[in-house]
């Protein structure tokens, strides 16, 4: 092996080896206190931020994806987009907003895809971006709280529909019931 030969596969070594230090356990994301993201089976994409910037978007990546779909949909960006802004984007907004993450043109922003996206962010001084992610977080919180207190406010309202429904089929059928026993007699 000529030495043109070695330096080159050192060279392409040394590349893999930086590139995986960016690769992370997929089991780990929904562990916000996990800054040592050594592989197992499942890897994603770990961008190339310090450590406080990318536990905070750790915990926006698991504020969106609430459900655990593993991806976000244009309303997972309104929501960002409320959180960041404090108003309700457009649609036209937020699917802007995610077509500049969705690397593959799913339609859709897997979480390798959200890592990337926030990769931006080694750009902005540490101090502000801390700062404006929890920000974000918070007010994100607060959104899925709000969301969930509405849901259950449904849930309750479709709970005493159907009470008032079985109190009135109840009350039908004593009726039947009533009218067929005056006929028996």
């Known amino acids: 092996m000529d030495a043109e030969t070695v330096a080159s596969e050192a060279t392409e070594i040394e590349a893999n ?13 929904n562990n916000d ?9 499942q890897t994603f994409y ?11 978007v750790k915990k926006l990546w698991n504020l969106l994806d609430k459900k655990g ?48 996206y926030c990769e931006r962010l080694k750009s902005m001084p540490q101090d502000l971006c801390e700062i404006q992610l929890t920000a974000f977080v918070a007010r994100l919180e607060k959104i899925n709280a709000k969301e969930l207190s509405d849901l259950t406010k449904i849930g309750k309202k479709g709970d005493m529909a159907e009470a008032r429904e079985e109190a009135a089929m109840e009350r039908e059928i004593a009726r039947m019931m009533q009218q067929a026993q005056g006929k028996k007699r």
């Open 46 to 56: 770990r961008p190339d931020l310090p450590p406080a910037i990318y536990r905070l």
């Open 33 to 41: 206190n996990n800054d040592d993201d050594e592989g197992e089976a």
């Open 69 to 116: 779909k593993g991806f976000l949909r244009v309303s997972d960006f309104i929501r960002l987009g409320t959180a960041m802004t404090e108003e309700k984007p457009t649609i036209a907004a937020a699917e802007m907003q995610l077509n500049q993450a969705n690397i593959s043109g799913s339609g859709r922003v897997d979480c390798d895809e959200w890592m990337g």
């Open 17 to 29: 080896n930086n590139n995986n230090e960016h690769i992370i356990n997929k089991d780990n994301i």
